[in-house]
């Protein structure tokens, strides 16, 4: 991880330590636009992209965040040119070979949702390393989405539910909200309260589509690699003038 910055180390006193978000989710959009208006590469941006995801996970960290989940490489990013996809997966793979011993002495328990079995071996090698040296880290949780689909996570639930009716484990109804979680990748991590996107787009990507149903929304037209401190504090600051209800009045 890059070192501390030196720009608000510490919570700003103008946020409620007993409103923070319990778990921040974000999706990191604007990589390839912020290369764009530098006349950079597209992987540029991505590097970039890497440096603002552990400042945030940092960030986190010092303020007492304690779960980030981040969007890394959707189902449908298949669908980028070759060379960027190519790219992204070598990326990973040495973030994670080259950041493992810091994530350790930090303290971090790495996790990754999502189809994994579809990576490239060595990338599966990689994260299999992460998860298993990390499991037992009581630190911050940080969720990496990798090759992650919300329906396809929630297809996955349903047929893994469904083998278990036809097997005559389970009687249909006794299928609720509760066992479905129990079927999904991201089984025993507490949903997010807030959702950031950056670079202004107004969606949520098939990202937690069930885990989302009740989170915070907050959009900024930042680019993620330009998202630091500043910008999360702002975040939290629009978070803690929300009125949770959870359907109720």
């Not at 720009?7 to 006193?13: D, E, Q, S, W, Y």
């Not at 409620?16 to 590469?41: C, F, T």
């Not at 047929?159 to 991201?186: C, F, K, M, N």
Request: charged fraction near 20%; include cysteine; charge should be neutral.
């Amino acid at each position: 991880m890059t070192p501390k910055p030196v720009v608000l180390p510490k919570l700003p006193t103008d946020l409620d330590q007993n409103r923070l978000p319990q778990h921040v989710a974000v999706i990191m959009d604007g990589n390839g636009r912020w290369a764009k208006q530098r006349g950079l590469p597209r992987i540029m941006g991505h590097q970039r992209g890497v440096d603002a995801l552990k400042g945030l996970l940092r960030c986190c960290d010092d303020w007492g965040i304690p779960a980030l989940t981040a969007y890394a490489f959707s189902t449908e990013n298949w669908g980028r040119p070759l060379e960027e996809v190519e790219f992204l997966m070598t990326l990973f793979e040495r973030v994670l070979r080259r950041e493992l011993q810091e994530m350790m002495a930090e303290n971090v328990q790495i996790r990754f949702v999502g189809n994994l079995s579809s990576l490239p071996p060595s990338l599966q090698t990689e994260i299999s390393r992460s998860m298993a040296d990390t499991c037992h880290n009581t630190g911050i949780q940080f969720t990496i989405a990798t090759n992650y689909g919300g329906r396809q996570e929630i297809v996955q639930a349903c047929q893994a539910i469904a083998r278990r009716v036809q097997q005559g484990q389970l009687q249909p109804e006794q299928i609720d909200e509760s066992l479905l979680e129990q079927h999904l990748y991201t089984q025993g991590l507490v949903h997010p309260d807030l959702l950031i996107r950056t670079s202004g787009e107004m969606r949520i990507s098939n990202f937690l589509l069930w885990q989302l149903a009740y989170a915070e929304i907050y959009v900024t037209p930042t680019l993620w690699p330009d998202f630091d401190r500043t910008a999360f504090h702002q975040a939290l600051l629009a978070y803690q003038q929300r009125e949770r209800r959870f359907g109720k009045i």
